[in-house]
């Protein structure tokens, strides 16, 4: 149950991870089905990383000579986890509910206090919880394995942001592709002469 | 930073005031010049804009400008800006209608990726009646903006143009974050070429100074924006923002035949700034209406004189 729990925050995080990622990339006025598709890429990147885990998870239960007491060490570090992730995952979904009133001021106030400070934060959320979770445990394989989590979770990020910046690109001439610095190779250009029409190629 | 400093994108681009025509930036010049100014982060904006024989790659600023502006719009969209402007100009409508003939002309002056006359397009329902325009001096802004507004089916046009000389001229003037590039005489010289006889009211939304405002502004501009350009001049637009008291002086000044005060300095009467404040000009005539149109808004509406 709490590693299920913290697979679901996990999946959450890779959500918002691609919605963060999108934003500032796009100029278009209606962007839910843009940010729709970013959300879903981030909590699909959230799957590998969680099969990823769970992998060595298993991997590592399975050469442990005392099995019942590494799950116990773990199962005690993932709650460890919870109490720093929980709370924030709260405080963010419910600014999503404030963020519902009819007032632009409680909209942008959202931002400007939560959204915002809360987005620079997450690595250093990301750490904390990580680190709280595997510090009081027992066993190295249970911090070895937090570590990787912590590791995971950082990566996906970096990888929709890469990607987002790559779709970005799409929607550049070729002139003003190569001013960014990409060559005939780049794959902003390659996807663009091999699958997409350009109406922008003069 | 100084409230004198340049802002980078202010200088990357020359543009003949009269052709439009763009001119030739030489990139050491300018990097010695923000070097002089004691402005090295300014300078490193520049080094990392590429070039050709000296002269800086007008593709490459242009490329930095769309992806510069399409960060700003995230900000827009975080602080409701479109929406913002809607709140002044639906009630300004009202009035309009039941004193003149159509059409209403709306001009952004400045557009940047045209973001306000996008989003007023898409959502603000304001019908057939108004016309929706941007203007910048930059064309590659321009293009992209109506790039989007293509996309979108968007009932608006952008223009590579001189706002205040259109051929259809403006009944409604706006700006977001321009006025603050306009210092001294330039900032009266600039009101003074709102008085149109055609010109109804402009709103001029910009940066409200304040002690905590640049450090705010480099916060979220560290946390939002990926550019070093938009990091360098979002904090520096904080900086240089001008007063409540510099902007009605000027405009009184620049602009006589409106009527002019502050909206929206204060949020919901307490002593909390926000983050833009508006200067609105208005024909005397139009005043005592727009008041009353604003209905329970009236009250961030200071003294029109």
């Known amino acids: 149950m709490i590693l299920f729990a913290l697979y679901l925050l996990a999946t959450l995080d890779g959500a918002l991870c691609g919605n963060r990622s999108a934003a500032g990339r796009s100029g278009l006025i209606n962007k839910r089905r843009y940010y729709f598709k970013w959300m879903a890429e981030g909590a699909l990147w959230a799957q590998a990383a969680s099969v990823i885990s769970g992998l060595a998870l298993l991997i590592v239960l399975h050469f442990a000579p005392d099995r019942p007491g590494l799950l116990l060490d773990l199962e005690n570090a993932a709650q460890r986890m919870l109490r720093v992730y929980i709370p924030y995952t709260i405080l963010i979904l419910s600014s999503f509910i404030v963020r519902a009133a009819p007032s632009v001021d409680i909209r942008s106030a959202t931002s400007v206090l939560i959204f915002g400070p809360m987005t620079a934060a997450r690595p250093l959320i990301s750490l904390i919880g990580v680190l709280y979770g595997i510090i009081p445990a027992t066993r190295w394989e249970v911090r070895a394995l937090g570590l990787l989590v912590l590791l995971l979770m950082l990566a996906v990020e970096r990888i929709i942001d890469r990607r987002a910046e790559g779709a970005r690109l799409l929607t550049l001439t070729h002139r003003e592709l190569r001013a960014v610095g990409a060559t005939e190779n780049s794959p902003a250009i390659y996807r663009r002469v091999d699958g997409r029409p350009d109406d922008r190629v003069p | ?305």
């Open chain 2, 1 to 305: 930073m100084r409230a004198t400093d340049p802002e980078v994108s202010d200088l990357i681009t020359q543009v003949d005031p009269v052709t439009l025509a763009r001119l030739p930036v030489v990139k050491q010049k300018l990097i010695d010049e923000f070097i002089s100014l004691g402005n090295r982060q300014a300078a490193r904006v520049v080094e990392a804009i590429p070039s050709r024989d000296g002269i800086l790659d007008p593709a490459s600023v242009d490329a930095l400008y769309v992806r510069t502006h399409t960060e700003m719009q995230r900000m827009a969209e975080e602080f409701q800006h479109g929406q913002r402007v809607k709140e002044l100009i639906a009630p300004l409508l009202r009035v309009l209608r039941e004193r003149r003939q159509p059409p209403y002309r709306i001009v952004d002056i400045g557009c940047g990726s045209g973001y306000v006359i996008r989003w007023l397009a898409a959502r603000a329902r304001f019908g057939p009646d108004v016309e929706l325009i941007g203007v910048d001096f930059n064309p590659a802004l321009i293009a992209e903006t109506q790039r989007l507004a293509h996309l979108e089916n968007l009932n608006c046009s952008f223009l590579l143009a001189d706002a205040f000389r259109l051929d259809h001229p403006a009944h409604i003037f706006l700006t977001t974050g321009v006025i603050h590039h306009f210092r001294g005489d330039a900032l009266r010289a600039f009101f003074a070429r709102h008085e149109q006889p055609e010109a109804q009211a402009f709103f001029h939304y910009d940066f409200q100074p304040g002690l905590l405002a640049p450090l705010g502004s480099w916060f979220w501009h560290r946390i939002r924006m990926r550019t070093a350009l938009a990091q360098h001049d979002g904090v520096l637009s904080t900086v240089r923002a001008h007063t409540a008291q510099t902007l009605c002086e000027a405009a009184r000044a620049g602009a006589p035949g409106f009527a002019i005060g502050m909206y929206g300095t204060r949020i919901w009467g307490t002593p909390i700034p926000r983050i833009f404040h508006t200067l609105a000009g208005l024909r005397p005539q139009l005043v005592a209406d727009f008041r009353r149109a604003l209905g329970l808004r009236a009250g961030r509406l200071g003294e029109l004189r």
